[in-house]
C-alpha cells in the first residue's frame, strides 16, 4: 500500500486549502454561529464539484475515491468550514449505490444542485432520526428506519433543529408517512452500514484537519509568546505535549487514509478500520485543540481567538454519531464478526 499522494491529488488538496482559505476564513466561521451553515460558501463548493466528485461516472460524477474525499475532508476541517460536505457526500454515494426509482431521481436533483440531501447516521428510534447531521437545513434525509431505508422529505414542523456546542445545523427529524421507500430487507442494512463506515472515515479525516490546524495555532502562539525572557515553547511543560500531538495527528492521519483505502478496495478489515480511524482521530483532535487552547493561557477561552472555534467543533462534530468509545466497540465487533447495532 503507497499512502503517497499523486500529482493530482496534490492539486485537489491544493485548490480545495486555498478556496477554504478564502470563502471559510475564521469571520465567515463565526458569522455563521450558531446555525453553522453558509449557504453561499455552499453554494461555492457545489459549483466546485464537491458533491459530484464522489459519485460514479456512471451516474454523471467524476468517478472519485473515498481517499480523495477524505483528502478533501481534512481541509474541510482544518478550516472547520460551515457547510455539510461529509454528510452530502456519503448520502449521494448512497443514493448511486441503491441505484434506479426515487434514489435516482433524488441523486439527479443533488447533483443538480436543486436538493440538498444528507444521511441521518443515527437509525430512526420511535419515529424520529436524533440528530441528523444538516437536519436543520437540509430538503431531504436519508433514514434508516428498522430494516427499510426512507428519503424523508421535511415539512414545516417535522424538524427540531438542536442547540450544539460544535455549531453543526444539527436537527431531530420526524418521520411522516410520505416518507418514499429506498430499499428494504437485508441489503437496506447493508447499504446504510457501508455509508456509515465511509462517513466514519471522512469524519476522522476531518478531525485531523481540525487538530492539525489548531495544533499550528499553538505552537505559533508558543513562538510569539514570551515569559522570563523565553518564548514559552522553549518550555518543557508546553512543548513536549505538542511534540505529542504532531506525534498522533501524523498516525491519525495515516489510519484515516488507510481505512479511505480499505474501503476502495474492499480489503476485508475496512469497517474494522474505518472504526478505529474514527476513534483514533476523534481523541487525538481533542487532545490537540485541548493543548493548544491551554497553550494560550486564559486567552484560549475567550471567543475572540480563533483556537476555541477548532475546540468546540472537535468534541461536537464527532459526537454527531457517537464518541470514541462507540467507534472502539464498532472495531471490535467488525474484529469478532458482530452483527452491527446488535
Not at 431531530?172 to 430499499?183: E, H, I, K, Y
Not at 468534541?315 to 471490535?332: L, N, Q
Request: glycine share 10%; net charge negative; with cysteine.
Amino acid at each position: 500500500m503507497d499512502l503517497g499522494l499523486t500529482d493530482e491529488q496534490r492539486q485537489l488538496v491544493g485548490s480545495f486549502a486555498q478556496l477554504l482559505a478564502k470563502s471559510s476564513s475564521p469571520e465567515r466561521v463565526r458569522a455563521a454561529e450558531p446555525e453553522g451553515f453558509d449557504a453561499l460558501l455552499w453554494g461555492t463548493l457545489v459549483e466546485t464539484g464537491v458533491v459530484v466528485m464522489g459519485v460514479t461516472e456512471a451516474s454523471g460524477g467524476w468517478g472519485a475515491w473515498l481517499l480523495d474525499l477524505a483528502l478533501v475532508a481534512e481541509q474541510v476541517g482544518r478550516a472547520v468550514a460551515p457547510a455539510p460536505v461529509i454528510e452530502v457526500q456519503v448520502a449521494a454515494r448512497l443514493l448511486d449505490a441503491i441505484g434506479d426509482g426515487p434514489a435516482h431521481e433524488a441523486l439527479a436533483d443533488l447533483l443538480a444542485g436543486e436538493q440538498l440531501v444528507t444521511l441521518a447516521v443515527r437509525p430512526a428510534i420511535g419515529g424520529c432520526a436524533p440528530l441528523t447531521p444538516a437536519g436543520a437545513i437540509c430538503d431531504a434525509a436519508i433514514v434508516r428506519d428498522g430494516d427499510r431505508l426512507v428519503l424523508v422529505v421535511p415539512r414545516e414542523g417535522d424538524r427540531q433543529p438542536v442547540a450544539n456546542l460544535g455549531s453543526a445545523p444539527l436537527a431531530d427529524l420526524l418521520l411522516t408517512g410520505d416518507a418514499v421507500q429506498l430499499a428494504a430487507g437485508p441489503s437496506a442494512t447493508a447499504l446504510f452500514e457501508a455509508a456509515l463506515d465511509e462517513w466514519l472515515v471522512l469524519t476522522a479525516a476531518a478531525m485531523v484537519g481540525i487538530g492539525a490546524a489548531a495544533h499550528e495555532i499553538g505552537c505559533a502562539y508558543a513562538v510569539e509568546r514570551r515569559a522570563f525572557g523565553s518564548p514559552i515553547g522553549a518550555f518543557q511543560g508546553v512543548s513536549h505535549p505538542l511534540a505529542d500531538d504532531v506525534t498522533n495527528l501524523d498516525g491519525a492521519r495515516l489510519l484515516a487514509q488507510k481505512a479511505a483505502w480499505a474501503i476502495d478496495t474492499g480489503a476485508p478489515r475496512s469497517r474494522e478500520l474505518a472504526a478505529m480511524a474514527f476513534a483514533f482521530a476523534s481523541t487525538t483532535a481533542e487532545s490537540a485543540t485541548y493543548n493548544s487552547l491551554h497553550v494560550h493561557g486564559g486567552y484560549g477561552f475567550m471567543l475572540e481567538y480563533d483556537v476555541q472555534l477548532h475546540y468546540r467543533r472537535a468534541r461536537g462534530w464527532s459526537r454527531v454519531w457517537g464518541d470514541a468509545e462507540a467507534g472502539v466497540r464498532r472495531a471490535a465487533d467488525a474484529r469478532y464478526l458482530v452483527e452491527p447495532g446488535r
